[in-house]
């Protein structure tokens, strides 16, 4: 029999059914393609509104937890699912994972990776999607506001009190919701994450001296002020392909589909049925998993 002390580490060394779930099909993934995989999972299509959805520094604890030990020779492939955040984060993320794999890293989008995820989505030296995976604008976010919304409001603001200066109250009211500053730090970010995507592509997917022109059209077919008013728009893999994206298509490899798509699911069932609201993994069950508090 063991005592309360020895019960006690079993009980908190036990994986969940989710957690073994997941552990078994993110270790097939890496069986297959025999590389390093890490998921970055968030909860925000089924817990929108809680803390720490989006990407930001914080992550790089589970990212730094993730790579330790792994054998980096084999390269990456990053799972993303995520709403976007942070790009100075999402920056620091690249700049990390870029040094310990050499650069050879794949980013899988088995659905969605939106703002700052298709920023980092194009960091790799190809993107993996399916029919159903969607990228988005490079309209980075402040707690879920995408910038160019904070921008065009200041701007809407100026131009109305130019004209109707009687509105002052009305626009003081209105704007005080945004910290000190805050339209500089936004159009910072919206200038920030168009240079990132550009330098990323030219030093990985595509030859800055080369591709050049490509880049810039992929930059701007991304960005969400040249091509849409509506910051959650979704691009397809055809879409991307047609903005000049390396996308490799997951259907072309029915066990490599099949094999992204059960980690997929395990995830997506762990975040909607645990109080867990993102989680960061590699192939080995090493994990940092942030919950609701």
Same mark, same amino acid.
């Given at each position: 029999?063991?005592?309360?002390?020895?019960?006690?580490?079993?009980?908190?060394?036990?994986?969940?059914?989710?957690?073994?779930?997941?552990?078994?099909?993110?270790?097939?993934?890496?069986?297959?393609?025999?590389?390093?995989?890490?998921?970055?999972?968030?909860?925000?299509?089924s817990k929108n509104g809680v803390p720490?959805?989006?990407?930001?520094?914080?992550?790089?604890?589970?990212?730094?937890?993730?790579?330790?030990?792994?054998?980096?020779?084999?390269?990456?492939?990053?799972?993303?699912?995520?709403?976007?955040?942070?790009?100075?984060?999402?920056?620091?993320?690249?700049?990390?994972?870029?040094?310990?794999?050499?650069?050879?890293?794949?980013?899988?989008?088995?659905?969605?990776?939106?703002?700052?995820?298709?920023?980092?989505?194009?960091?790799?030296?190809?993107?993996?999607?399916?029919?159903?995976?969607?990228?988005?604008?490079?309209?980075?976010?402040?707690?879920?506001?995408?910038?160019?919304?904070?921008?065009?409001?200041?701007?809407?603001?100026?131009?109305?009190?130019?004209?109707?200066?009687?509105?002052?109250?009305?626009?003081?009211?209105?704007?005080?919701?945004?910290?000190?500053? =805050?339209? +500089? $730090?936004?159009?910072?970010? #919206?200038?920030?994450?168009?240079?990132?995507?550009? *330098?990323?592509?030219? @030093?990985?997917? =595509?030859? +800055? $001296?080369?591709?050049?022109? #490509?880049?810039?059209?992929?930059?701007?077919?991304? *960005?969400?002020?040249? @091509?849409?008013?509506?910051?959650?728009?979704?691009?397809?893999?055809?879409?991307?392909?047609?903005?000049?994206?390396?996308?490799?298509?997951?259907?072309?490899?029915?066990?490599?589909?099949?094999?992204?798509?059960?980690?997929?699911?395990?995830?997506?069932?762990?975040?909607?049925?645990?109080?867990?609201?993102?989680?960061?993994?590699?192939?080995?069950?090493?994990?940092?998993?942030?919950?609701?508090?």
């Open positions: 029999m063991g005592n309360w002390s020895n019960i006690l580490q079993e009980i908190n060394s036990t994986k969940s059914q989710f957690d073994s779930v997941r552990a078994k099909y993110i270790k097939e993934l890496s069986n297959y393609t025999n590389r390093n995989v890490i998921a970055y999972y968030s909860a925000w299509l720490n959805l989006d990407i930001s520094d914080a992550d790089m604890t589970g990212f730094m937890t993730a790579v330790h030990n792994l054998d980096c020779s084999k390269g990456l492939d990053l799972i993303l699912h995520t709403p976007g955040g942070d790009p100075a984060a999402s920056e620091a993320i690249v700049n990390y994972l870029r040094l310990k794999f050499n650069n050879d890293i794949r980013v899988i989008v088995p659905q969605l990776a939106m703002s700052a995820g298709t920023m980092i989505a194009c960091s790799g030296k190809e993107i993996i999607m399916g029919k159903q995976s969607s990228l988005g604008p490079i309209d980075p976010q402040f707690s879920g506001i995408p910038a160019y919304n904070i921008k065009s409001e200041f701007e809407e603001a100026k131009d109305d009190l130019i004209h109707h200066p009687e509105n002052a109250n009305y626009w003081a009211i209105k704007l005080q919701q945004y910290p000190a500053a =805050f339209m +500089k $730090t936004a159009i910072d970010a #919206i200038n920030l994450s168009s240079e990132l995507v550009e *330098n990323w592509l030219g @030093s990985c997917m =595509f030859n +800055k $001296t080369t591709d050049s022109t #490509i880049i810039h059209t992929i930059v701007d077919s991304l *960005n969400e002020h040249n @091509s849409s008013k509506v910051h959650n728009r979704h691009f397809s893999a055809d879409v991307c392909k047609s903005f000049g994206l390396k996308i490799t298509m997951m259907e072309e490899d029915n066990k490599l589909q099949d094999a992204i798509l059960s980690v997929h699911h395990a995830y997506m069932l762990t975040l909607s049925s645990t109080p867990s609201v993102k989680i960061i993994e590699n192939q080995e069950g090493v994990a940092l998993i942030s919950s609701m508090a």
